[in-house]
């Protein structure tokens, strides 16, 4: 059952939004992003089975094959965090596409150690593929023709929280940090307000179109438009 809604935001940015009942993320997937055989990105995976018999992963799959697109041409899966909703379906990825997995270094500490709680409370195992790169701030390097993209470390909702942002389009891909009209949840073992207001505040200073959220809220599944991206952020600053 197609349980995701797809969009081409610019340009092989591809935003699947989860319109399903159970827990789950949106997913991006970068198209053609890297040199090589396996060419697309694939932000934030998102569970293999829900609640009610859905099969989220199963649906991203048919949902990127209406746009041309295979999940086993998937070369690269990055995890915006580790949480199950938005990382469980990595070990399923990894066996269909032999794809290199990417979580930030705090991240993935906090994944071996407390984090890893989060995945007894959904009924569900520890992921075991090891990331192979360990993201750190700065340009990711991926390859493909025409891609920049930088990686932002941006904790508070977990420790090692990631953003993608991609300076020509100005698409920012946000995970869990910020959503339209609101912010990730920060009371979560290894969430931080403290560093949650740092985060918001360094979102807020980059030249934004577009923000891809993990989640949709209430005010819908993204802002765009610079001038709703900037009251986006004046919003949700007064949170703290
Ligand atoms: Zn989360």
């Not at 930088?150 to 698409?171: A, E, F, N, R």
């Amino acid at each position: 059952m197609l349980l995701h809604r797809s969009a081409e935001i610019v340009d092989g940015v591809h935003f699947y939004l989860w319109v399903g009942r159970s827990m789950n993320c949106n997913s991006v997937v970068l198209a053609n992003a890297l040199a090589g055989a396996r060419p697309h990105v694939l932000v934030d995976p998102g569970m293999t089975g829900g609640a009610m018999g859905e099969r989220p992963l199963e649906s991203l799959a048919q949902a990127m094959s209406a746009d041309g697109l295979r999940l086993e041409d998937v070369g690269l899966v990055i995890g915006t965090h580790c949480h199950p909703d938005h990382y469980q379906a990595v070990d399923e990825v990894v066996r269909r596409t032999g794809a290199r997995v990417a979580l930030s270094l705090p991240e993935y500490d906090f994944l071996k150690g407390v984090g890893g709680s989060f995945y007894d409370s959904f009924g569900t195992s520890l992921p075991s593929s090891k990331p192979s790169t360990l993201l750190e701030e700065g340009e990711l390097a991926l390859g493909g023709d025409g891609w920049r993209a930088q990686v932002l470390i941006t904790p508070g909702h977990s420790p090692g929280s990631v953003c993608l942002y991609m300076p020509d389009s100005k698409v920012l891909v946000s995970g869990d940090v910020v959503f339209p009209g609101s912010i990730g949840r920060m009371d979560f073992v290894g969430g931080s307000t403290r560093q949650m207001k740092e985060s918001i505040d360094r979102l807020s200073g980059l030249d934004i179109e577009y923000i891809l959220s993990g989640h949709s809220s209430m005010s819908g599944p993204l802002v765009s438009g610079k001038d709703n991206v900037v009251r986006n952020f004046q919003m949700v600053r007064m949170f703290f």
